[in-house]
C-alpha cells in the first residue's frame, strides 16, 4: 500500500471501531501484565477465565507471593505451558516488590528485564496500561501487515519497524489494536474474509488468499474422490480375483 493507501486504511479502521482495545480483562497494569504473559500461545477467552477466578483472591504481586506457585499452578492449570507460567509469574512479582516497589514498571529495558516478558509483551503493556504509541507484532498483525503491504518484513522485528515507520502518528496509539482485531476476525490465517473486509478494495491480497484457497479445496476434493474411487475399484478387483481363487480351489462349488 502506499501512503495515501495506508492513510484510508487507517481512517476506515478507526471509523468502524474508534475506541479499540484489549479482550483480555484487566483492571489494573498488573493485572494486564500476569493476563498478557498467560496469554502467550492461549486464547484471551482461557485467560479471561483463569484470571477471573484467580483476581479476586491475588491481584498483586505481594498477593501472588502469598499464594504461592502451587495455589497459582491449580489456578491457571487450563492454560498451556502453565507450569512455565507460574514460575516466571512468581519470579516477576518478586522483581516487582525488590526493584519497583511493587508497580509495573514504564521503561522498556525493566519491563523486558521481568521473567516471562519479551519484546511483544512490554509493546502490549506500554501500549495498553500507558497509552504510549507502541505496536506489538503477534501472528494476526505479523500476517494482516504482510497481505496489505502496510508494513512488509521477514521477522516481527521488520514488521514492528516498518509499522512504526509507515502508520501515521495520529493512528499508532491504536494501531496494535485495530490490525489484531482485523486478523483475529476478517484476515484469518485461512480462508480470510475479503467480502466482509473494508480494505478490500486496496488491499493487494484481496480475494487472492480466497481464490488459491478454494482452489486447493477444490484439488483436495478432486483428490479425495479419485483416491476412493480408486480404492473401490482395487477393492471390487481384489473381491473378483478371491472369488476365482475361491472358484478354481473348488470346482464343484457351483
Ligand atoms: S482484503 Fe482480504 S487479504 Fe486483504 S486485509 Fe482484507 S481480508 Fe485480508
Known sequence: MNPDQIETAFQRLRDQEPEPTTELTYNTPFELLIAVILSAQATDVSVNQATSKLYPVANTPQGIIDLG??????????????????????????????????????????????????RKTANVILNTAFGHSTIAVDTHIFRVSNRTGIAPGKNVIEVEKRLIDRVPRKYQRHAHHWLILLGRYTCVARNPKCKQCLLSDICPSAFQLEAVSTAKSHRQKTTNKRSSSRSKSASTATKKISRNQQKRKSPTAE
Open 69 to 118: 506457585v502451587t495455589k497459582l499452578k491449580s489456578h491457571i492449570k487450563s492454560i498451556g505451558l502453565f507450569n512455565t507460567k507460574a514460575e516466571n509469574i512468581i519470579k516477576t512479582c518478586g522483581m516487582l516488590i525488590d526493584l519497583h516497589n511493587g508497580q509495573v514498571p514504564q521503561q522498556r529495558e525493566s519491563l523486558e528485564a521481568l521473567p516471562g516478558v519479551g
